[in-house]
């Protein structure tokens, strides 16, 4: 197999730049989400809801990977100001420790795709799918095709963590009440600016910023993981525009954050240009040109069977 070459972070370079060192572009952008998020809840009224459900949908998507990249990288900053950044919840849905812990299980790479052991796997178990009724199996065929899971897939993710919690109540186990009693504390004085000081309805604010936030992360996941005997060649590329690509912070490139998961966001893209044919080669060319490929061969039919071939 081809082998990729993965940069070597260098003490001398990240201290000569000190701009990289303390994650300024990072910090920055962090700053401007949130400035930007503000400001677009303040004036909602001022705006046409289809405008307000693509800006407010962008900004919360931007968030959640600014909280995904808080996860990797951003190595040289004390990990209380990198949990800081990226902490208020303005996505309202998941305690930032739950998805933190839930993400770096998923980056042990020769348990990708598992069904079980891979927190962010599409794939189900053939015992599990024996056992699932004919509605189970069709909501799962259809979660496969990129339409579904765009659309509906953020509440079928709803529906598995309530699931997942309550079933932990259930059987006794206490250890997220914590979490989710500081998400709560957390959660409320985001939803004191948008619906007392700025006037916004709760209601506007799900279906405008949280739920097109998620269709938008739907869409990213939908087809950056597919089984194969290799690990490295079960991650996709999806190449796409700087507007896609500062939406994910070019986690669509996705092989290269798996090879590398500290590398900062900014330099993937440099990274995959220098070394792109051996990226292709490391990942057997998994390889989209771009989300409307994805759209054309994918929008009714699905990316792959919901049962697994191995586990």
Not at 142 to 149: C, H, S, V
Not at 185 to 201: I, K, N, R, T
């Amino acid at each position: 197999m081809t082998t990729v070459p993965i940069p070597a972070p260098s003490t001398r370079s990240a201290r000569a730049s000190w701009w990289r060192h303390y994650e300024v572009p990072t910090l920055v952008l962090a700053a401007a989400t949130y400035a930007a998020w503000a400001a677009l809840v303040a004036s909602h009224r001022a705006l046409p809801g289809w405008l307000l459900f693509i800006l407010g949908g962008y900004l919360a998507q931007l968030h959640f990977s600014l909280q995904h990249e808080s996860i990797h990288a951003m190595r040289h900053l004390p990990q209380w100001l990198r949990w800081a950044t990226v902490w208020p919840p303005i996505n309202l849905w998941l305690p930032y420790p739950l998805y933190n812990r839930g993400h770096s299980a998923h980056h042990v790479n020769f348990h990708l795709t598992h069904p079980q052991r891979d927190t962010e796997s599409a794939y189900h178990s053939a015992p599990a799918w024996a056992g699932y009724g004919t509605v189970w199996r069709w909501i799962y065929q259809a979660n496969q095709t990129l339409a579904f899971r765009v659309v509906l897939g953020p509440v079928l993710r709803l529906y598995k963590l309530v699931r997942g919690e309550v079933g932990r109540l259930c059987a006794g186990d206490f250890s997220h009440v914590g979490i989710w009693l500081v998400h709560g504390l957390s959660v409320a004085p985001v939803l004191y600016f948008v619906v007392d000081v700025c006037g916004m309805g709760l209601g506007t604010y799900l279906l405008c910023f949280v739920y097109p936030g998620m269709m938008l992360g739907a869409l990213r996941s939908f087809t950056e993981h597919r089984w194969s005997d290799t690990p490295h060649e079960r991650v996709a590329i999806v190449e796409s525009n700087l507007l896609f690509g500062l939406l994910y912070l070019y986690n669509n490139l996705h092989h290269v954050h798996h090879r590398a998961p500290t590398m900062p966001w900014y330099e993937i893209p440099v990274h995959f240009r220098r070394h792109r044919a051996a990226v292709l080669a490391g990942n057997g060319h998994f390889y989209y040109r771009g989300y409307s490929e994805i759209a054309r061969r994918y929008l009714f039919r699905p990316v792959f069977a919901p049962v697994h071939p191995k586990w």
